[in-house]
């Protein structure tokens, strides 16, 4: 059973069809027949509460090339200026390029100018362990695997190793990598690598490509890491610097390839294009992941070149580890659907801090987007469980479909169900282009201080049956839950500087007390106990207003037109939190 639901077509504009409404955990939704073009990828019926195993179940599993399989010949490989000497059988010399014809296990040791390959039986499994080498190849790829079934690659406990290759490359090229492979690559052991992609790519394989551990450093012109089928990181330290993608895997012939799984590891990717990024599924499960994408979120993102922090073309699946990301565009995107459940998320954009075509869902985790234009995304927003601190220079929540500008309800959906949500933003804090709901957890909206836009701005009905809801900010386009909700709310208009104590007092009682975090002229409240028609005292720094819950406030429609997805960043960059300067836009 294809549980993902999706299929992979020719690159084309994203369009959504329809958006799926029933209940209030509506997290699945069903796509266009078209894909982007930044991924050449499409979704049908994505289905954003799945988590990384059931994601994983229509993918194929990685092959882990284990080094003790190898077997056959062996040899050891001394490498000496422009040529080599051998110990055993397996490998030839032909002047500067050494060459392994067999399956078996092979250690290299010292420094050449030329080249190695692999040109073994397509049924050999290769082991190729660097224990101090140094290879530099000016006229193409430094060590280039052009045929076998698995290869591996061990740095030596302790060792230093380099792999440099040429400044360009025909078109035509086969290998075009300083680390080449056609077969499935492993790479793993105790010592270091520093490979530098001078024409192309750093590390390419065909196939898989696994990193179980030592310690990478990748420049690359363009993508450092990159496996065609997949790419998997468990264990090791990875340092990359690419003028293309960081991490990539592109496979776009099959639906159950194409996909990047980091399980553990710590890497650090600073990159012109995207951080992190796959055809089909990002899924990150455990690690350290720092990214800086396009230059950071100072920058205007490039309307020419994807810069995002992490991009999965169908999912983005996050269950674990900790992600800091300073991407010019989003910080984590897919075409399809995001789903948040654990781990810890530090997000700096100059666009959007989590972006869904579809549906963004979020059961766990804590997540801190420190500045963005918008903080979270989709055509649905459903929020469970977790923490989530938002910082926008527009929106806070924004559920659009990308079908633009609208004051009528468009079928979106923000549901919140639990959780510990706080948004600070200067467009609408809260804001659907369909409907809203709310039915446990706690929502805190700072909203703006422009009376252009409003703390919470809903098209359709904003019902809430249970949790705490505080939204403050300006009077021009203020707004109030549904009339009829079954948890009672209060509206007051009543002004406040940063600072200020804002209290609701029940009948002498303080039922709710904030700090307020900026300026509001208006301040909606419901929570337990909230009764429609009894009165309420809104207290600010001691002074009382007295209001009538249910009344007050626009209530149904949404005061001003909602913003549509992708609408990127008009000027400047996105304001910062905790004093991060505002930065040049370019």
Not at 52 to 68: I, L, M, Y
Request: charge should be negative.
């Amino acid at each position: 059973m294809n549980t993902k639901n999706r299929i992979l077509l020719a690159a084309a504009p994203f369009a959504l069809a329809g958006v799926v409404l029933a209940g209030c955990s509506a997290t699945t939704a069903t796509s266009g027949s078209s894909a982007t073009t930044e991924t050449a990828a499409a979704v049908q019926d994505v289905d954003a509460t799945l988590t990384a195993e059931q994601v994983f179940a229509d993918n194929e599993d990685a092959t882990t090339v284990d080094a003790e399989e190898a077997s056959g010949s062996a040899a050891s490989v001394t490498l000496s200026g422009d040529t080599a000497t051998v110990d055993g059988d397996g490998v030839t010399v032909d002047g500067s390029t050494v060459t392994i014809t067999a399956g078996g296990t092979y250690t290299l040791t010292g420094t050449l100018e030329g080249s190695v390959v692999v040109d073994a039986p397509e049924d050999a499994v290769v082991a190729i362990t660097l224990d101090d080498v140094a290879i530099s190849n000016t006229a193409g790829s430094a060590l280039s695997v052009f045929s076998a079934d698995d290869v591996a690659i061990v740095l030596a406990d302790g060792s230093t190793n380099s792999l440099s290759d040429a400044a360009s490359y025909a078109d035509d090229a086969e290998a075009n990598a300083a680390l080449y492979s056609d077969a499935d690559l492993t790479i793993s052991g105790g010592g270091s690598l520093a490979v530098t992609g001078n024409g192309n790519d750093g590390i390419t394989s065909k196939d898989d490509l696994k990193i179980l551990g030592g310690t990478l450093t990748v420049t690359a012109a363009d993508d450092g890491l990159r496996g065609k089928d997949s790419l998997t990181i468990e264990g090791g330290t990875i340092s990359v610097t690419a003028g293309g993608d960081g991490l990539t895997s592109d496979q776009t012939d099959d639906e159950a390839q194409g996909y990047l799984w980091v399980s553990g590891g710590e890497i650090e990717v600073t990159s012109t294009g995207d951080g992190l990024s796959a055809a089909t599924d990002v899924v990150v499960t455990g690690g350290e992941i720092a990214v800086s994408s396009g230059g950071g979120s100072t920058r205007t993102p490039s309307e020419d070149v994807s810069s995002k922090a992490l991009k999965g073309g169908v999912y983005v699946v996050i269950e674990g580890g900790t992600i800091d990301a300073d991407a010019a565009d989003d910080a984590v995107h897919s075409n399809g659907a995001v789903h948040v459940n654990a781990g810890t998320l530090t997000l700096a954009t100059g666009d959007d801090g989590i972006h869904a075509d579809v549906a963004l869902y979020i059961d766990g985790g804590e997540t801190d987007v420190t500045r963005s234009y918008e903080g979270l995304e989709s055509a649905q927003i459903t929020i469970d469980a977790g923490t989530v601190f938002v910082t926008a220079s527009d929106d806070g929540l924004n559920a659009s479909s990308g079908s633009g500008e609208s004051m009528q309800d468009s079928g979106e959906m923000i549901t919140i169900n639990g959780g510990d949500v706080t948004v600070d933003a200067e467009g609408d804090g809260f804001d659907s282009n369909g409907s809203a709901t709310m039915t446990g957890g706690t929502l805190t909206i700072w909203g703006p201080t422009g009376n252009g836009n409003g703390a919470i701005d809903v098209n359709g009905t904003f019902d809430i049956s249970d949790g705490t809801l505080l939204a403050a900010g300006s009077a021009g386009m203020a707004m109030a839950p549904t009339t009829d909700s079954a948890q009672g709310w209060v509206f007051a208009s009543v002004s406040g500087t940063a600072g200020s104590t804002v209290q609701i007092v029940s009948d002498g009682t303080v039922v709710a007390e904030y700090t307020a975090d900026k300026a509001f002229a208006t301040v909606v409240y419901s929570g337990n106990g909230i009764v429609s028609g009894d009165e309420y005292d809104v207290v600010v720094d001691g002074v009382t207003t007295t209001v009538t819950a249910g009344e007050g406030g626009t209530s149904g429609m949404g005061g001003q037109p909602g913003g549509g997805q992708g609408g990127g960043m008009p000027g400047g960059s996105a304001p910062a939190r905790d004093g991060q300067g505002e930065g040049d836009a370019s």
